[in-house]
């Protein structure tokens, strides 16, 4: 199942900024689900899943991030570098709560428990690869040294900007497209680790 992400893209441009290097803040909301078996609950995840705006279909899950970069700049000689550079992630992940886990049988909420832990993990990988480009994308800034003035560095550094932001995007698509061609194999292989502690903590 794809969990793909939606990205919105804020740019700022500033005389001056100290900030520390690609902070993220996460922040978590969630989608209620019913059904008491499998195939119920696959379908209430299709037709409840937060919505991707681009081709209108739902998914298990999905993470909206904004991306603000801000950048000082400094003059020396007649010429201008950047002298600082930050990136900041805000995202929002969205994830589904199953209502009916009470009463269930054993099977569903072994089934459910596997797979909700691995759309949180699906969509926690989305912010390791934002993170990596946002730290990418402040040292590649801060490599733009004695341009001819502080608008032909504020020129070169959105084109940077924007450049890497449509490598990250590519990565994310990479990223799901790998991850729904290994999920049937991976929920196989949890599953069956979920079921070995279940037995290990039976044994005396």
């Known amino acids: 199942m794809k969990k793909p992400m939606m990205t919105a893209v804020a740019i700022l ?17 969630y989608f ?16 409840r899943g937060p919505e991707l705006g681009t081709t209108g279909s739902r998914h298990p899950g999905a993470t909206r991030m904004a991306f603000t970069t801000r950048i000082g700049y ?30 269930a049988e054993m099977d569903t909420t ?38 001819a003035s502080c608008e032909d560095a504020a020129s070169t550094a959105e084109g940077i900007s924007r450049r890497m932001l449509a490598e990250h995007d590519a990565e994310q698509a990479r990223y799901d497209n790998i991850e729904s061609i290994n999920f049937e194999s991976r929920m196989l292989r949890l599953l069956d680790y ?10 005396p």
């Open 13 to 29: 441009f500033s005389a001056m900024v100290t900030a520390d290097a690609a902070s993220v803040s996460r922040s978590y909301s």
């Open 194 to 203: 979920r079921l070995q502690q279940i037995e290990a903590g039976r044994q």
């Open 110 to 147: 072994l089934m459910w428990d596997t797979l909700s832990a691995d759309i949180r993990r699906h969509e926690e990988g989305h912010i390791v690869i934002a993170r990596r480009y946002a730290l990418d994308i402040e040292r590649a800034l801060l490599d733009i040294r004695n341009a």
């Open 32 to 47: 209620t689900i019913g059904g008491r078996t499998l195939g119920e609950i696959e379908t209430e995840l299709q037709k």
């Open 74 to 103: 400094q003059e020396e000689g007649g010429l201008c570098s950047v002298s600082q550079a930050s990136v900041d992630i805000a995202a929002e992940v969205f994830l589904p709560r199953w209502r009916n886990r009470d009463g």
